[in-house]
């Protein structure tokens, strides 16, 4: 393992052998954290060419067990956002494909510090599982067209130790390590196509749009020379995704959507993404096509259909997906109003993710409870005037002791005598 340091430190590219050995060498437990942080680092510091990157991540994907899918016929496409805040497409974008005829087979994750997770979005929703059976999944997708579940413990083990070390020595940021993170898992998942969402801004893991549309290529070479179509769209989350940040608050957001009142940037995201999601299928031609069909599927009601056969199947109560006045409400619903006029020229993600898990919606660690009621319900959005005393939030909680954060909250929106339009949500496709 020192030589392999070594060659890493001095700038070499370095072998599928030695590759092999540091990930097979650091799962089994016999190479130790120290000389495992000592290379991440030097990964870090050098990087790592695209055929050492998908050496890499192909070594990780195969550090564990991967999901066969091919007994359900025909392309399966999955999707995976780097994370946001009021990030609800999955319910949304999920049962349109499905609607249109994809299939969907995919494994989500909880949320954690300012971002939230779809199984946390999909558990507020009394009665749902997130822990099918391999039968049951596959089953599901075949029938149904969409199957959510939790990630088991048994795919990628290497992703789960680097991660933990790499979170405590200062090796997080590396494109090469967060591609073959992220791309490890994805490829364990066994779908044929892979539709990424790469945010970048205040509320995402990258901060700006150059290191995003830098990952996003990572991960696209890497699925390109292992396989697996892969598409990516970057997206701006330098404000939270549509008006909703908290678990069931962010399921009514997501059945609005699907009933065709939902907000201006969730659709645009889910039309974009959903359109390129059927061409990766062979449904769509081409883009515009995969637009069209995934606007049908929200004004005929079959995407909205679609979400209440999947919850269902998953052993949720549709009846609240019909009526969303049976979804419990916060005891407490508190106004952030504006201390001026003007217009909204910024609304800062990190610091609405961050409130709206204080308010008890996230949590700090991956084990900490949370409260589906609880988060915030923007009433503006970038671009938008105000006056003096306009509501710009409303922010849900069972909490008490909340008027720090409330504050906090009102701090997150800048204001301008000019108007700034909203920046555009999607920047680039990658492909
Ligand atoms: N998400 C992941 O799964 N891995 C990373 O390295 C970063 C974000």
Do not use: W
Not at 2 to 8: F, G, L, P, T
Not at 186 to 196: E, F, M
Not at 266 to 294: N, P, W, Y
């Amino acid at each position: 393992m020192v030589d392999v340091i070594e060659r890493k430190r001095d700038g070499y590219a370095l072998s599928e052998e030695e590759i092999a050995f540091f990930v097979r060498g650091y799962t089994d437990g016999k190479i130790p954290d120290y000389q495992a942080a000592a290379f991440l680092m030097a990964i870090v510091l050098r990087g790592m060419d695209e055929t050492e990157t998908a050496i890499l991540t192909d070594q990780m994907m195969h550090s564990g067990e991967t999901i066969d899918l091919k007994k359900i016929p025909g392309i399966k496409v999955d999707k995976h956002s780097t994370g946001g805040v009021g990030d609800k497409t999955s319910l949304v974008l999920g049962p349109l494909v499905a609607a249109c005829g994809g299939k969907l087979a995919k494994m989500s994750g909880r949320g954690l510090g300012h971002t939230g997770g779809t199984l946390d979005k999909m558990e507020s929703i009394p009665g749902t599982r997130i822990a099918l059976s391999d039968e049951e999944f596959t089953n599901q997708v075949k029938e149904i067209g969409i199957a959510i579940i939790g990630q088991t413990a048994e795919i990628d083990p290497a992703d789960k130790k680097l991660y933990a070390l790499r979170d405590v020595t200062a090796t997080v940021e590396s494109i090469p390590l967060i591609a073959s993170s992220i791309m490890s898992k994805k490829l364990a998942s066994g779908s044929d196509a892979i539709l990424l969402d790469v945010k970048y801004g205040s509320g995402a893991f990258m901060k700006n749009v150059e290191d995003a549309r830098k990952l996003a290529k990572a991960m696209v070479a890497i699925g390109d020379k292992l396989g697996r179509d892969t598409k990516a769209v970057i997206t701006s989350m330098e404000e939270p995704l549509g008006f909703a940040v908290g678990n069931n608050l962010e399921v009514k957001e997501a059945i609005e959507t699907l009933k065709g009142r939902g907000p201006q940037d969730l659709v645009e995201l889910c039309k974009t993404a959903g359109a390129l999601m059927l061409v990766q299928s062979h449904i769509a031609a081409d883009k515009e096509e995969g637009e069209r069909l995934i606007q049908e599927a929200i004004e005929n009601g079959k995407g909205f259909e679609k979400l209440k056969e999947f919850i269902g199947a998953q052993g949720g109560d549709v009846s609240y997906l019909d009526d969303v006045s049976k979804f419990q409400v916060a005891k407490y619903i508190h106004e952030i109003t504006s201390p001026k006029a003007g217009y909204i020229t910024r609304i800062d993600a990190l610091g609405i993710g961050l409130s709206a898990m204080k308010l008890g919606a996230g949590r700090a660690e991956l084990t900490d409870p949370i409260d589906h009621t609880a988060g915030i319900v923007l009433r503006k959005k970038v671009g938008d005037y105000v006056e003096e005393g306009d509501v710009l939030a409303l922010a849900y909680t069972n909490k008490e002791e909340v008027a720090e954060v409330l504050r906090d909250i009102g701090g997150c929106f800048l204001y301008s005598k000019k108007k700034k339009a909203a920046p555009a949500l999607i920047k680039d496709i990658v492909s």
